[in-house]
Every structure is written in C-alpha cells, then in structure tokens.
C-alpha cells in the first residue's frame, strides 16, 4: 500500500513539474548557446555577483544607510544605486575592486539618499519592457545581453558585435520610460 502511495505522488509531482523543468531547462540552455562566455566565466561572474552583493549588505559604513545593486558580464561590474555621500560610493567601489577576478568596475552609484520602492518597482518594470523588446526584435540574440535599470536609465551590458549592440540600443530606444541609455558593451568585433 506505501509503494502504490508512493508511486501516485510521484507521477503527481512529476507530470506536473516536468513541463516546468522541459521549459526552464530549453530556456537556460538557450542561453547557454547563445551566450559568447564559456561555462568557467559564467560561473566566476555567479560567484562575483554574490560575493560583491554580500561584501555591500554587510559593510558597516554602507548598511542601512545606501541602497546597492551589483550586475556582473565577463568580470565586468555595474555598480549602480544610491549612497548619502561620495566618500561611501568609493567606498563600494573599492570592496567591489577587492574581489579574486574582477576586471572592470563601472561605478554609476547617485551621490543622493535611496530611492523609494515606487522607484525600484518602475525600474523593475523598465527592465521587464525592455527585455520583452529585446526578444522579439527580429536578428537579435537577446541572450548575450544583461539589462540593468537604475532611475529610468537602462545600462547595457554583453559580449556582442556592433550591430548586435545597435540594434538592442535602437529598440531599446523605443520603450516608453527609457530616460538614458549607457552601453558598457564588450565589442567581439
């Protein structure tokens, strides 16, 4: 009796879990394909990401008084948000800086107090538009491209060709709510 139990759970479970895992999978492995960095580079810009973000949240001079975002493409680091003074935006330059393989920091953190959840949320918003377009603009292989909204401005960020990296800027262009467009692309040719 605790087999046939068992045995109805689980094909309960799996017939309803499998279209999920089928769709989630054939989504990251399709951008696995069309992504031009290597499994080893994906997996350090994971690790960056994480440990920037942690080294942000638990800093003393930067807790509970700024509000940071980390974004990482091939060692690359966005940093973006609002901190009260020029000093704690250095500040969060310099751990992010300290971290094994990071090769690049753009640091776009306001000199202003943190922004609302009214804001965050538009931003959130903003990001999910613009993906949206950039998936179905035709030529465009929007997987090689991270999109990460601070105050209406959009910063783009990839390995891609010129062309590649116009055609997302053009339609990124033609998304209502966009204020600014910032390209931190990384040209293959």
């Known amino acids: 009796m605790k087999k046939i139990l068992l045995i109805t759970t689980l094909s309960t479970c799996l017939t309803a879990c499998i279209p999920t895992a089928f769709v989630a999978g054939a989504a990251i492995g399709s951008a696995i394909i069309y992504d031009q960095r290597n499994v080893k580079v994906m997996m350090d810009d994971r690790d960056i990401a994480y440990r920037a973000q942690a080294k942000l949240d638990q800093d003393p001079e930067l807790k509970n008084i700024a509000r940071l975002s980390v974004a990482v493409f091939n060692h690359t680091v966005l940093l973006v948000g609002q901190a009260p003074s020029s ?64 105050n209406g401005t959009v910063y783009m960020m990839g390995l891609v060709t010129r062309s590649q ?24 040719n």
């Open 87 to 150: 000093t704690l935006k250095n500040r969060a330059e310099e751990l992010v800086r300290s971290i094994p393989k990071v090769s690049r920091v753009y640091n776009e953190i306001a000199v202003e107090k943190p922004s609302s959840m009214v804001a965050s949320t538009n931003d959130t918003w903003l990001t999910a538009k613009v993906k949206s377009v950039l998936l179905a603009e035709k030529g465009l292989n929007s997987a090689q491209i991270k999109i990460v909204t601070e």
């Open 165 to 188: 990296g116009d055609l997302a800027t053009n339609a990124t262009q033609k998304v209502a709510g966009v204020q600014k467009i910032v390209k931190l692309f990384e040209y293959l």
